[in-house]
Nanobody
Framework: QVQLVESGGELVQAGDSLRLSCATS????????MGWFRQAPGKEREFVAA????????RYADSVKGRFTISRDNAKNTVYLQMNSLKPEDTAVYYC?????????????????????WGQGTQVTVSS
């Protein structure tokens, strides 16, 4: 089992940048594919970005492609989401998620149902 704790969310202005962190503890971090999702009030949770066990494998939602970057540091057991050129529509609670993999692969996962473990979320608010 793995525990996930997100941090870094805050109130910013449109055009600003933020970096979210998701610190993990428990089983070997490198055995997990990781993802970031977000949920705005009144909306369903949506996919933002994912990274596989291999740092070469990433995937992004069209809405954030070119602005957000997901990365992982296996030595620090942490996954990051660098968010640039933030827009008011990026306002949401951001969650990180983990999917344990018994085998090494380059797979990335965009569906919330694929993930077994979730953090508590961190609020990002972008004012116009």
């Amino acid at each position: 089992q793995v525990q996930l704790v997100e941090s870094g969310g805050e109130l910013v202005q449109a055009g600003d940048s933020l970096r979210l962190s998701c610190a993990t503890s428990g089983r070997t971090f490198s055995s997990y594919a990781m993802g970031w999702f977000r949920q705005a009030p009144g909306k369903e949770r949506e996919f933002v970005a994912a990274i596989g066990r291999s740092t070469l494998s990433t995937r992004y939602a069209d809405s954030v492609k070119g602005r957000f970057t997901i990365s992982r540091d296996n030595a620090k057991n942490t996954v990051y989401l660098q968010m640039n050129s933030l827009k008011p529509e990026d306002t949401a609670v951001y969650y990180c998620a983990a999917k344990y993999q018994t085998y090494y692969s380059n797979e990335v996962f965009a569906a919330p149902s694929e993930y077994e473990y979730w953090g508590q979320g961190t609020q990002v608010t972008v004012s116009s």
